[in-house]
């Protein structure tokens, strides 16, 4: 009998069956099947009620297309054909990388070769060109906000940031966004595009915006580096400069405070000393008026008992003797030989 040529459904079954070496009964066949199929749609409908939530997920479930509740990591059921579920992922950092792309991350990471140039090359605030590569880590705060408030994240987040990290760039100097300012290009890039994420209602939270690799392009690199090396050597010399003054400049202060004060003790000294002169000259004035002889006399001694202390051997000879014999000291070392 040709299968091919039976139109009946059960009398279709019965033809299988009987090839098969089984035998069926033919009361209520076509209503055993329909019950069946029945049976294995209602229990494949009762399966799609159950789903789980990964450990760094949140459940959204969604009633004909508006949310209703979120649910926790863990096994849960929403009705089935009427409520739909999306896993959002709450705990993950994402990453987006600008003016470069990593190929393989591991020990060795390796990077494409492809420029990315068209994202990363900057005109920088004085008129300077620079090829900028820096990454944006972010995650989801706000699950419901995330999957109603915005249709592509990744493009958004994306657009943002390179929009606000060339005007950021474009506030400040070649030399801040090479050395000196890294940091506070980061923290205001983060802060700018966190700002413009919140007046979206995206919720997404930027953890983290760091740069990378900055560096002038490839044809003018020489010359850059020709002018770095120039820079670097006129600080070298103003340091030398600085270092000399730091040691020649204090000194001078010193020595010229050492002398000011040695000066100062000489004028003291001399105006003191003229002072008590002056004092003794009207003390011995006033008893030279009240005993002129006294005090001549006095003024007299005093005067030989300071000059003769300074002498050295003394002859005292009587005035009234007409002729003096030579002495002959036998206390030197002449005398004795």
Excluded at 31 to 37: L, N
Excluded at 66 to 85: A, C, D, F, N, S
Excluded at 142 to 161: A, G, M, Q, W
Excluded at 303 to 318: F, P, Q, R, T
């Amino acid at each position: 009998m040709d299968l091919n040529k039976i139109d009946n459904p059960e009398e279709l079954f019965k033809e299988l069956f009987k090839k098969m070496g089984i035998k069926m009964p033919d009361s209520n066949f076509s209503k055993g099947i329909i019950f069946i199929a029945i049976l294995i749609a209602a229990v494949g409908v009762m399966a799609s009620g159950i789903y789980s939530t990964g450990p760094d997920e949140v459940g959204i479930i969604q009633r004909f297309g508006k949310y209703t509740r979120t649910t926790q990591p863990g096994l849960h059921i929403k009705i089935p054909l009427i409520e739909k579920v999306t896993n959002v992922k709450v705990k993950y950092i994402f990453k987006e990388e600008f003016g470069y792309r990593t190929a393989a991350a591991g020990v060795v990471t390796r990077y494409s070769p492809k420029n990315y140039f068209d994202e990363s090359l900057m005109l920088t605030g004085d008129l300077n060109v620079l090829v900028v590569e820096w990454i944006t880590q972010f995650k989801v705060k706000d699950p419901v906000k995330f999957l109603f408030n915005i249709r592509n994240y990744r493009e958004t987040i994306r657009n943002i940031s390179e929009a606000v990290m060339r005007q950021v760039v474009g506030d400040h100097s070649v030399n801040e966004v090479l050395t000196t300012r890294r940091v506070e290009i980061n923290t205001e890039v983060q802060d700018k595009l966190q700002e413009i994420l919140d007046s979206y209602n995206s919720g997404i939270q930027i953890v983290t915006v760091k740069l990378q690799n900055v560096n002038p392009p490839d044809p003018v690199k020489p010359s850059f580096n020709e002018v770095n090396e120039a820079k670097q050597e006129k600080e070298k010399l103003i340091n030398q400069a600085w270092e000399a003054y730091n040691k020649i400049i204090p000194k001078a202060h010193g020595e010229a405070g050492q002398t000011i004060s040695e000066a100062e003790g000489y004028q003291l000294n001399r105006v003191n000393r003229a002072k008590g002169d002056a004092a003794k000259f009207i003390a011995v004035y006033e008893a030279y008026k009240n005993a002129k002889d006294v005090t001549r006399k006095r003024m007299y001694l005093e005067a030989m008992s300071e000059i003769l202390s300074k002498a050295g051997n003394k002859y005292i000879v009587d005035p009234s003797q007409k002729s003096i014999l030579p002495l002959l000291d036998l206390r030197g070392q002449g005398g004795a030989q």
